[in-house]
T-cell receptor
């Protein structure tokens, strides 16, 4: 496999469920990201794991919990979600170098999440 | 505050009818401006990175240009397979300690090309 792989592609869950989204990158990158894409809204950065540091958007609710066990794998743990959390969740990776110009992100195909 | 505004929101073209998409931005020190293409149900696919005003890049029927305040994505003689949502994003040096993933995205322009 090549690129960035996300599973599952689709997920339907109730508000009391606990589920996890998985992402794996096969590009040898050193940074991974979670983005949220809602209808009619721009992509919103949720979490970054870069150079062994975690950076997060302070507006993300605590019902979303990321985990990055190594530079190739990234998880997003979900619990007690709300219907407004229904969206496309995208994982991305890049080769980070803070002293240089921006490098492009490589995105996975996303997990389409529906919260009932 | 860094910001990206894309226009138009939607654009319908006939095959072969050239046009341009606009991306206006404000950023505290531009680290890079990015164009992505996104097909329905898929993640964004990278097209171009522009770093400084005056820079231009081309790929097949697409050409991206950059000024100090905006970027244009020119589409020459488009085909139906060019139909997609085109996203613009900027990255500034001051965001989140410089991490490259901190792209500020616009809402996108949905392009439809009819045969």
């Amino acid at each position: 496999e090549t690129g960035v792989t996300q599973t599952p592609r689709h997920l339907v869950m109730g508000m009391t469920n606990k589920k996890s989204l998985k992402c794996e990158q096969h590009l040898g990158h050193n940074a991974m990201y979670w983005y949220k894409q809602s209808a009619k809204k721009p992509l919103e950065l949720m979490f970054v794991y870069s150079l062994e540091e975690r950076v997060e958007n302070n507006s993300v609710p605590s019902r979303f919990s990321p985990e990055c066990p190594n530079s190739s794998h990234l998880f997003l743990h979900l619990h007690t979600l709300q219907p407004e959390d229904s969206a496309l969740y995208l994982c991305a990776s890049s080769q980070e170098n803070r002293d240089r110009e921006g490098e492009k992100l490589f995105f996975g195909s996303g997990t389409q999440l529906s919260v009932l | 505050e860094d910001q990206v505004t894309q226009s138009p929101e939607a654009l319908r073209l006939q095959e072969g009818e050239s046009s341009s998409l606009n991306c206006s931005y404000t950023v505290s020190g531009l680290r890079g401006l990015f164009w992505y293409r996104q097909d329905p149900g898929k993640g964004p696919e990278f097209l171009f990175t522009l770093y400084s005003a005056g820079e231009e890049k081309e790929k097949e029927r697409l050409k991206a240009t950059l000024t100090k305040k905006e970027s244009f994505l020119h589409i020459t003689a488009p085909k139906p397979e060019d139909s997609a949502t085109y996203l613009c994003a900027v990255q500034g040096w001051g965001d989140y300690g410089g991490s490259q993933g901190n792209l500020i995205f616009g809402k996108g322009t949905k392009l439809s090309v009819k045969p």
